[in-house]
């Protein structure tokens, strides 16, 4: 393969885009949850099973947690981009970070549904 | 006043290092000239084997942008009385060094190159010129004052990275400059060439650019434009 300086692969908005609205989610989780912690007046782990066992909650978290893969999906590739030059081992990153991501996303169901 | 300069000469040298200078002259006193360049010359007069690039002396043509203690500028514009003793001189970072203070600016060119730094427009020329109001006029204010000294691009990390692949400040706010200019009509083509993941969105935001340039423009904000347009367009 000749070594040329390739650049137009037509992608890159959306996952700014993306970048930019799944930070509003975390902010907005984020601050809320505090909140919500902050103004417990005895902070304990009964209080935080009853606030967990709601499903609007476990829905908003997972919100939350989904949107924190994908957030570190971009900003981790975009990392590796800068710092990680030669292709197969680029894209061998790639896929290891996207596998661990699902496996998060998944293990993040388990936690806030499972027994 | 005192100055430390970075020295390299390709021909001689194995490796760069940092000299010493010494001059007998007070920043105060604009007799003996106020700018850093005026240094620089006398120092050559001492030294005539120091190299480096000026020309219009007056911030115009961008010549002798330059590492001034830690950050970029052009010498010809940053005042002796500014300047912390002793005066740490280098070349621009993130370029290949040809000799001293002298850089080789190839791969800046190309980026600026690759956005097609000219006016498209397919129509037939008018018998005058292309028209504009002056409010469409006022939108290239903030982007046509660029002189291409490099400032920016050379302190963009992003650049450091990938010159190769990323259009760098300088060049996106010429790209800007183009694409904000009503009397353009490849608009949706200069989009397309820079919706890359590397070419525009290499920027971070982390904006060297704008605290380092000396003509005070802001090629971040002309990014973010630049974005904005895109997004306009996908949604």
Known sequence: ?115 | MKFKIYRYNPDTDTEPYMQDYELDIRPEDSSQGKMLLDALLLIKQQDDSLALRKSCREGVCGSDAMNINGRNGLACITPLSSLKEPVELRPLPGLPVIRDLIVDMTQFFKQYHSIKPYLINNDPPPETERLQSPQQRAHLNGLYECILCGCCTTACPSFWWNPDKFVGPAGLLQAYRFIADTRDQATSERLDDLEDPYRLFRCHTIMNCVDVCPKELNPTEAIGNIKDLMVKRMV
């Not at chain 1, 992608?11 to 930019?20: P, V």
């Not at chain 1, 975009?78 to 990680?84: A, S």
């Open chain 1, 1 to 115: 393969m000749v070594n040329r300086v390739v650049t137009g692969a037509h992608y890159g908005l959306r996952d700014w885009l993306i970048q930019r609205i799944t930070a509003v989610v975390m902010a907005v989780y984020g601050v809320a949850l505090a909140v919500y912690l902050l103004m417990q007046p005895y902070l304990n782990y009964d209080v935080w099973t009853a606030l967990f066992s709601s499903q609007v909650v476990r829905t908003f978290s997972l919100l939350f947690l989904l949107s924190l893969f994908y957030h570190a999906w971009i900003g981790i590739r975009d990392i590796v981009m800068d710092y990680v030059k030669p292709t197969a081992l680029r894209l061998m990153i790639h896929v290891l970070v996207i596998l661990a991501l699902l496996l998060y996303a998944i293990w993040s169901v388990e936690i806030l549904w499972g027994m």
